[in-house]
């Protein structure tokens, strides 16, 4: 089992940023696929950013490319999602996703533990 637990969000104007963190227990996330999606009011849970095991392979959303950054500090058993140039299409609620399987992966139902989600804000 592992369980996750997100950090960072808040309330921002636009054009700030956020950094969140996922920190993980139970587990050690050195060996697995790690994901950050968002879901906003009214709409699907959408995939922003993933991050593979072996050799850091990353995928972004187009919605947020060059604005985004995930990583992961395996020694910390942290993932990051670095927000910059945030915008009011931002606002959401985030969840760390991970996944028992070492690389990316790209949808909901390939991710086999959840954060609680934490929101997200960004005021114009």
């Known amino acids: 089992q592992v369980q996750l637990v997100e950090s960072g969000g808040g309330l921002v104007q636009a054009g700030g940023s956020l950094r969140l963190s996922c920190a993980a227990s139970?587990?050690?996330?050195?060996?697995?696929?790690m994901g950050w999606f968002r879901q906003a009011p009214g709409k699907e849970h959408e995939l922003v950013a993933a991050?593979?095991?072996?050799?850091?392979?990353?995928y972004y959303a187009d919605s947020v490319k060059g604005r985004f950054t995930i990583s992961r500090d395996n020694a910390k058993n942290t993932v990051y999602l670095q927000m910059n140039s945030l915008e009011p299409e931002d606002t959401a609620v985030y969840y760390c996703?991970?996944?028992?399987?070492?690389?990316?992966?790209?949808?909901?139902?390939?991710?086999?533990?959840w954060g609680q989600g934490t929101q997200v804000t960004v005021s114009s």
């Open positions: 991050i593979s095991w072996r050799r850091g392979y990353t």
């Open positions: 996703a991970a996944r028992v399987a070492s690389g990316l992966g790209f949808s909901h139902s390939q991710y086999d533990y």
């Open positions: 139970g587990r050690t996330l050195s060996s697995t696929g």
